[in-house]
């Protein structure tokens, strides 16, 4: 039986404060050969970074497709990584391996930290201990494992509300945010996913760079993930097709939205049915193809 999640929901969206915790992963990197390496292996501008400013980047393979997706803050001189559970490994492994090639080091502090997102929060947390990062939904947190609980009651006693799995999936979803083996994977080429600042194409040589600056600057993805407005309930792998039957996509993620009041997907749909408003179908149903995100601030 699935939890009435109604009232988080509607306190959520009308600017109240929600939290969810769940895994996540935190890797630093630091040494005098730190950059170097680093702008080897990720498609945006390492050597850019500020203090206390964080940036997206993906990690390809040589096919220029998707190792991972992360966010990168710098402190003084370290780098530190957070990624989703599921690229968390590759993550840490694609980056120790370098450890014995120069001045280059690494750590796994994923064990020290609990991380939470917390919804329509946008102040900045001093407390060193912590690491912060910001989106525009929001802040996503790590905090020290012993004060963790101290933490949470904080939040409560703002009156934040705890998000349940489920409506983190939804939240998630209108919102357009991909998750790793469910809407993207090492099949998907880094500018399919479609996210804002994530490559730079003025920056050296890294991984995978010929192929995705081919694409960029040569001619078009042959696919994106955006969204889908239903005329009924979809399921995740339904093929999408255009009107005069062609394959047009696949669904990736699906959900009701509540603000919306109609099922919506994630998708990845063929360059030539991109347009916003264009329809297409999956089983019987109509998908009108809808840009990313779904609703533009949490509030």
Same mark, same amino acid.
């Given at each position: ?25 935190? #890797? @630093? ?11 080897? &292996? $990720? ?42 559970? +599921? ?18 080091? $690494? ?21 060193? %201990? ?39 999936? $939804? ?18 080429? $880094? ?21 995705? @600056?081919? #694409? ?12 889908? #407005? ?7 792998? %339904? ?20 603000? &919306?009041?109609?099922?919506? +997907? ?7 049915? &991109? ?11 109509? +998908? ?9 601030? #949490?509030?």
């Amino acid at each position: 039986m699935k939890k009435d999640y109604t009232n988080e929901y509607n306190i959520i969206r009308t600017g109240g404060i929600g939290f969810y915790e769940q895994k996540r992963g935190l #890797i @630093a990197v630091w040494g005098k050969e730190a950059v170097q390496f680093l702008n080897g &292996l $990720v498609t945006n501008e390492v050597a850019k970074i500020e203090e206390k400013v964080q940036i997206t980047a993906a990690f390809p393979n040589a096919q220029g497709r998707l190792l991972a997706v992360v966010r990168i803050l710098r402190r003084d001189d370290k780098f530190f990584f957070e990624t989703e559970t +599921a690229t968390h490994e590759k993550v840490f492994n694609n980056l120790f391996r370098f450890t014995f090639a120069g001045d280059f080091f $690494v750590e796994d502090l994923s064990g020290n930290f609990r991380y939470f997102e917390i919804s329509n929060f946008k102040s900045q947390i001093s407390n060193p %201990d912590f690491f912060e990062f910001q989106n525009d939904f929001g802040a996503n947190v790590f905090v020290p494992n012993d004060a963790a609980e101290n933490f949470t009651s904080e939040l409560k006693s703002e009156n934040a509300v705890e998000i349940s799995e489920e409506l983190y999936e $939804v939240l998630r979803i209108e919102t357009g945010v991909p998750k790793y083996g469910i809407d993207a994977d090492e099949s998907t080429i $880094v500018p399919e996913l479609g996210i804002e600042n994530l490559i730079s194409y003025q920056k050296g040589c890294y991984i995978g760079q010929e192929i995705i @600056a081919r #694409i960029h600057f040569r001619g078009h993805i042959a696919k994106k993930l955006t969204g889908l #407005i239903l005329e009924n309930e979809a399921q995740p792998n %339904d093929e999408l097709k255009a009107l005069d039957g062609k394959n047009a996509g696949k669904v990736t993620s699906v959900t009701f939205s509540p603000k &919306l009041g109609e099922f919506i +997907a994630l998708a990845f749909v063929r360059y030539d049915y &991109l347009a916003q408003g264009t329809e297409l179908k999956v089983n019987e149903t109509t +998908a009108k193809v809808r840009n990313l995100p779904f609703i533009n601030r #949490i509030s």
